[in-house]
């Protein structure tokens, strides 16, 4: 039996589903696991030996957008992916490094509602993130992989996702059909600007990049802005899920730790691109 869109990591032919582990014609065999993930990052694509977030920066994560605390973004996110996705039957949407699904099921649902039945292809090179996603998540095919070596086929989606991981924009490009849309999360100057001063004597805000991508046009740029009042839980999840938590020192940590509420302005903005119909990229094999 064929297995989902995902295809060989190594030679680019379909999997087979042979009940305990998927396999290509050449005879490249991948794991997959009791929840129905596959894992198609070969080791040649690994750059650690379990790269991407950790068991704990998955479960902060997952804790926090259940909290609700960034609604305001999964809200715009959902509403530009389906007007990106209006005119299209049976779209097919990869979610790329899609974390534990939180944004991927939302934009599913979204899609479900407005009377659209995406195909949705999600991964990420967490295998945290990965098994707790397929664990909660039904109806979407996800994969351990990573964006820089993407194991689906050249112009199969509609709709790429890049919310706050890696921008991978050669296999996006290679990806999309023609016409498709990109749709990539940034931070603002602001983002958890509260938080920062919090850990920092002199926090910085972060650099806002005008990049262009080759094969690609930006369509729109839409800022989301809240202020948020974390209780004392969330407000340390947030840190635990966000790579300050590699980087601050001890007093940062104790003065957060100390806080009963954190206060922080938070901020995205959603770039949208169109893959413009220029020849796509060639399939790339390093992570
Ligand atoms: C900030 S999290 C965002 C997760 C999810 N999109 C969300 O917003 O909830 C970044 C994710 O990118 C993943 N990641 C990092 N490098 C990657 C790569 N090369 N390919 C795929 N995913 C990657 C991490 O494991 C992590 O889950
Ligand atoms: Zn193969």
């Not at 070969?42 to 609700?68: I, N, S």
């Not at 991964?123 to 109806?139: E, L, N, P, R």
């Not at 206060?263 to 413009?276: C, N, P, S, Y």
Request: charged content about 25%; hydrophobic content about 40%; aromatic content about 10%.
């Amino acid at each position: 039996m064929e297995f989902n869109c995902f295809i060989c990591p190594l030679c680019g032919e379909p999997l087979t589903d042979t009940g305990s582990s998927l396999r290509c014609a050449a005879d490249h065999s991948f794991d997959k696991a009791r929840q129905g993930y596959a894992h198609l990052l070969p080791v040649q694509q690994k750059h650690a030996l379990l790269p991407g977030d950790d068991r704990e920066m998955v479960a902060a994560r997952r804790r926090f957008l259940e909290g609700g605390w960034y609604d305001p973004f999964c809200q715009k996110l959902c509403e530009l992916s389906a007007s990106a996705l209006s005119e299209k039957e049976n779209p097919l949407i990869a979610d790329a490094g899609c974390g534990e699904g939180y944004y991927t099921a939302a934009v599913k649902d979204t899609l479900l509602k407005a009377g659209i039945t995406p195909r949705i292809c999600a991964f990420d090179i967490s295998k945290f993130a990965v098994k707790a996603a397929a664990g909660q998540h039904k109806g979407i095919d996800f994969a351990v992989a990573s964006s820089y070596a993407i194991p689906l086929p050249d112009a199969c989606a509609d709709l790429v996702l890049n919310i706050f991981s890696p921008m991978a924009d050669r296999e996006f490009a290679r990806i999309l059909k023609p016409g498709g849309t990109l749709i990539f999360a940034v931070p603002s100057a602001r983002h958890l600007w509260g938080l920062k001063e919090i850990l920092y004597e002199k926090p910085y805000e972060n650099e806002e990049k005008e990049i262009e991508y080759p094969g690609f046009s930006e369509i729109d740029r839409v800022p989301v802005r809240a202020r948020i009042s974390l209780p004392a839980q969330a407000a340390c999840d947030l840190f635990a899920m966000t790579p300050y938590a590699w980087k601050t020192g001890a007093a940062g940590r104790a003065r957060l730790q100390a806080l009963d509420q954190l206060e922080t302005e938070i901020g995205f903005d959603f770039l949208v691109f169109r893959r413009e119909n220029s020849p796509t990229g060639e399939r790339s094999d390093t992570v």
